[in-house]
């Protein structure tokens, strides 16, 4: 956690082409040696900051107390929250947003299970969906890439924050209309 904390501030203050490796070993206090075996890349480094950040974020967020009826409305203010908290640090955004789109392009992609990741498991805790099938993994799938459309437009300032959020409520209304009728 030391590495990725030092990665994300030292982001934050310098934007992505200002970190360097050997940079963020001694913010940690961990030998370079240690980093690397960790995070072969800052590719790799900074796609972990951004699950971290995630992470954090979502901290006790698996709420299942909230009724059926309320669940769309609260994964859409969810995924508002953590866009505004993400593009709280524009150079921090732009670091992760960067590094995802660098290890997405890579020739080797590291094969990742977004439905299965920290983000995924609380919008199907959201839904109160214990066991997902492979239809519930796959509208997480869609919401997850739609969250992180949006957030990337807004990032990159091609929409505003305010667009974000009406597209985000209609998008998750539209893409959770099954699970709202069901309930």
Known sequence: ????????????????????????????????????RYFPSKTHL??????????????????TTVPPAD???E?????????????????????????????????????????GSHLGRTMLGLLGIDEPGEDDRSTVRL????????FVAAQTEEISVQRVEADLRMAVRLILAPYAEQR
């Open 1 to 36: 956690m030391a590495i990725l904390r030092a990665a994300g501030e030292l982001a934050a203050r310098e934007g992505l082409a200002g970190v360097q490796m050997l940079d963020v070993s001694k913010e940690a206090g961990v030998a370079i040696a240690t980093l690397y």
């Open 46 to 63: 900074f796609t972990a900051v951004l699950e971290w950040h995630i992470e954090m974020f979502l901290e006790g967020h698996r709420d």
């Open 71 to 73: 669940r769309v409305t």
């Open 75 to 115: 994964i859409a203010e969810t995924l508002i929250a953590l866009t505004v908290k993400l593009l709280d640090n524009p150079l921090l955004a732009s670091a992760v947003a960067l590094s995802s789109f660098t290890e997405y392009a890579s020739a080797a992609p590291t094969r990742y299970d977004i439905a």
């Open 143 to 150: 919401l997850i890439y739609c969250w992180w459309g949006l």
